[in-house]
């Protein structure tokens, strides 16, 4: 009886608020600022330096590719070593096609093929258009 008792006078109905937000004391905009090209170039050519299994490399390419910019030379020759050294040839050549998507006309693409032809032939990599 005593444990009803104290059971009943223990538990409080609390009816909830309807339509009213909870105030987390800050503003909902978002406080990051915007990156430079120069710094997003740095940050992802670090990453692909110290990529060390297929998985890793396929996540920094998803991520790399889905800013509204074409990655620097820098960053696609990192991408390519990273591939080569994960030993995955179906991922060099993709890397080529994400830039051949990015681009916005044909000779853009032309000038990166014409940059990175020796870095192709270093590494034995060709392009989808040649097999």
Same mark, same amino acid.
């Given at each position: 009886?005593?444990?009803?008792?104290?059971?009943?006078?223990?538990?409080?109905?609390?009816?909830?608020?309807?339509?009213?937000?909870?105030?987390? &004391?800050? @503003?909902?905009? @978002?406080?990051? &600022?915007?990156?430079?090209?120069?710094?997003?170039?740095?940050?992802?050519?670090?990453?692909?330096?110290?990529?060390?299994?297929?998985?890793?490399?396929?996540?920094?390419?998803?991520?790399?590719?889905?800013?509204?910019?074409?990655?620097?030379?820098?960053?696609?020759?990192?991408?390519?070593?990273? @591939?080569?050294?994960?030993?995955?040839?179906?991922? @060099?050549?993709?890397?080529?096609?994400?830039?051949?998507?990015?681009?916005?006309?044909?000779?853009?693409?032309?000038?990166?093929?014409?940059?990175?032809?020796?870095?192709?032939?270093?590494?034995?990599?060709?392009?989808?258009?040649?097999?």
């Amino acid at each position: 009886m005593l444990r009803t008792v104290f059971r009943t006078s223990t538990l409080r109905v609390v009816a909830p608020r309807v339509g009213v937000m909870p105030s987390l &004391g800050r @503003s909902m905009a @978002s406080s990051h &600022g915007e990156e430079s090209f120069e710094s997003f170039s740095q940050r992802y050519e670090k990453f692909f330096a110290n990529v060390e299994d297929l998985f890793e490399l396929q996540r920094g390419l998803n991520n790399c590719f889905a800013y509204d910019l074409v990655p620097s030379v820098g960053v696609i020759e990192q991408a390519l070593r990273a @591939s080569r050294r994960v030993n995955d040839f179906a991922t @060099s050549v993709r890397i080529f096609e994400g830039i051949k998507q990015k681009v916005e006309n044909k000779n853009q693409y032309a000038a990166y093929l014409e940059e990175l032809k020796p870095l192709r032939e270093e590494l034995g990599i060709t392009l989808k258009e040649e097999l």
